[in-house]
């Protein structure tokens, strides 16, 4: 089954999900050639939840004793060259790429829903962490980003209520938005040890106890001392919308030669989408969550 999707491009349906025509061959390689390892890191998210946020916090969390803050590689690299997407750069550029000798713990990103992922991942010890943001903020991140980047030669962006309607019924790059959400929701109430489950909202409000929280998961704890020195503050300090969205490596260029690198640092913020959504439009959202995250034990509070 294939659909247009809002900015134009080509979807085709997948086990259940939507996936951009042009990934289809890379999703597939790295289901059949990826070989997770015990102690791989692996960043999932729907696009636009905080990907560009998570990699940072997670490789300084992890390679704090390497490299301190004043010789971070996110001084110079995008946190989008240092963790690499498996299907948007690796399993893309080539079909089974050599990974082996990437030094441990390896840290990789991928949007792809949990049912999708390779299954090394799902049966190996390595960890996911999985971050996701509410619907309204998720939708309308998107919809700015899709705008800003032209990611298909000829296509043509829907306007905002043709757009609004078919997030609604879940056709989306990698979506339907529920499916994501809750296929990492459960895997982690199955396997808590497995599936780390965040969301950006309260990232953003507790942002030195995720970062605690993040670092424990991964059994790369801060020790006291580390804690007294202020540690956690300075990562989170660093890591701030603020000061990368201001380094210069993020502000110009392009990534994958199509998108602008500094579109992945918009505003940073909660409930922007209350500037271009309606109350009814959010009603709908808010309708629609009910009805689909009843039973789970999964809620978004703060959306509004
Ligand atoms: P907005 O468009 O609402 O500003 P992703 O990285 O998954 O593509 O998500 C991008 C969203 O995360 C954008 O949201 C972007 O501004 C926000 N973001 C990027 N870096 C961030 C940071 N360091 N802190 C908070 N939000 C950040």
Not at 212 to 217: G, S
């Amino acid at each position: 089954e294939r659909r247009i999707n809002w900015d134009g491009t080509s979807l085709i349906k997948y086990d259940g999900f939507w996936f951009p025509v042009r990934l289809f061959k890379p999703i597939l390689s790295a289901q059949k050639y990826f070989k997770a390892k015990d102690t791989d890191i692996i960043l999932s998210t729907l696009p636009k939840s905080g990907t560009t946020w998570l990699i940072p916090l997670t490789f300084c969390i992890v390679n704090r004793h390497i490299y301190p803050i004043a010789q971070s590689p996110l001084l110079t690299s995008s946190p989008h060259t240092i963790v690499p997407f498996l299907e948007l750069n690796l399993y893309w550029e080539q079909t089974n790429p050599d990974l082996e000798n990437i030094p441990s713990p390896r840290i990789f990103s991928t949007h792809m829903p949990y049912n999708v992922l390779p299954d090394s991942i799902r049966e190996s010890e390595c960890k996911i962490i999985y971050m996701c943001r509410n619907p309204l903020d998720h939708f309308i991140s998107y919809r700015q980003f899709l705008l800003k980047n032209k990611i298909e030669k000829d296509a043509k962006p829907l306007d905002i209520d043709e757009a609004f309607d078919m997030f609604c019924q879940g056709i989306q790059l990698y979506g339907p938005y529920w499916e994501h959400v809750l296929g990492y929701w459960n895997a982690h109430l199955r396997n808590p040890e497995k599936v780390f489950f965040l969301k950006y909202e309260d990232l953003k409000k507790e942002t030195t106890l995720y970062i605690k929280k993040i670092a424990e998961f991964i059994g790369f704890p801060f020790s006291l001392e580390e804690e007294e020195q202020g540690l956690i503050e300075e990562i989170s300090k660093f890591c701030s919308f603020e000061n990368l969205s201001n380094l210069e490596v993020n502000k110009t260029g392009k990534l994958m030669g199509m998108v602008e690198k500094r579109s992945f640092f918009r505003k940073g913020e909660v409930g922007d989408w209350k500037n271009y959504l309606t109350p009814e439009m959010a009603e709908r959202v808010k309708e629609l969550m009910e009805n689909k995250l009843e039973g789970s034990g999964l809620m978004f509070k703060n959306y509004s």
